[in-house]
């Protein structure tokens, strides 16, 4: 980080917790549990599926995502519902099931000291394993400010592969990470919106509380692939499949279920 750019952060901040006289609102236990809602908008070519089909797709998909975390590590994954969404719709009786979103093994753990990402991810049935270097992002603070479930929360914007990325986060939960990869401002970051609104991730709740013993460790499950491999074999399969590459945290299982 260039010194300008220190010096850019270092003044907005004190200026904003002046203003808006959050110093006493600090934590003094930095971990908890964040609720995430994340939407992302489908666009989806209905001239290749049955016309049985094309009634049943929805215009976005909507994840309950929960993050825990501490000063140190944070670990973002589907929260309970989705577990029980799957599970019951795998019980069901006779009949198409369509399951958009993501599973309940895609996990992201992020090792701030180390610096270190590992991602669980699911594609295709099968789990694989992506771990990598936290990127660095080149953020841009805006002066924009907004309170998201009772924090307020400043403006940033950077570049992801060309596309537009906003994200706000909270001085007063001092940790640089946030919901899935996104991280390194100088707080918690409670929203994100991807590609004008494609894709967005926004904090309903945050309960700041002791972590369970055991609760932040990396997962451990599936094949061990680099960021690259796995986003090639992303677009192979998908477009043998005759069909085009999206945002890889999306997935559409349909599926028969029988008796």
Known sequence: ??????????????????ALGIGAQTPTNNQGVITYEEVIKME????????????????????EMLLHFNEHTSLYEPSAAVEEEESSELEGEGGI????????????????????M???VDFMDRTFLIEEEIEKREWKMTGGQQMIAGYPCMEATCLVDGNPLT??????????????????????????SMNNGERT???????????????????????????KEYDEMVLRKTEEMGGESGDGNV???????TE
């Open 118 to 120: 590992v991602q669980q």
């Open 201 to 227: 991730i926004t904090a309903k709740s945050v309960v700041m509380k002791e972590i369970e013993k055991g609760k932040l460790t990396k997962p451990t499950k599936g094949k061990k692939l680099s960021s």
């Open 167 to 192: 994200a706000w986060f909270a001085p007063s939960i001092p940790i640089a990470s946030g919901p899935d990869a996104y991280g390194g401002l100088p707080g918690m970051i409670l929203a994100v």
């Open 1 to 18: 980080m260039n010194k300008k750019f220190q010096k850019q952060i270092g003044l907005t901040l004190a200026v904003t917790l002046i």
């Open 44 to 63: 989806i070519n209905m001239d290749s599926l049955p016309m049985d089909f094309r009634g049943l797709f929805p215009s976005e998909v909507k994840t």
């Open 97 to 116: 099931v369509i399951r958009m979103g993501v599973s309940s093994e895609d996990k992201c753990f992020k090792d701030l000291v180390r610096n270190q």
């Open 251 to 257: 997935r559409i299982v349909i599926k028969t279920v």
